[in-house]
């Protein structure tokens, strides 16, 4: 991929907000889940994907 058309995919790719700090007891991440919205779960499964499609061959492997 040449340097500009990776530039012109990185300036397409929006910004995230930054992720919420994991709960620490199992009660916490059940009130944590039901309170998140849904511009919230958006977000979390396009982090998530972004890091999972990306590295989909370290998981296979």
């Known amino acids: 991929m040449s340097d500009a058309i990776a530039v012109a995919v990185a300036d397409a790719i929006p910004v995230l907000p930054p992720a919420k700090d994991i709960p620490s007891t199992f009660v ?34």
Do not use: D, F, Q
Request: hydrophobic share 45%; glycine share 2%.
């Open 28 to 61: 916490a991440s059940v009130k944590s889940w039901w309170t998140a919205g849904e511009k919230e779960s958006a977000a979390s499964e396009e982090r998530l994907l972004r890091y999972v499609l990306p590295n989909m061959h370290l998981i296979i492997a």
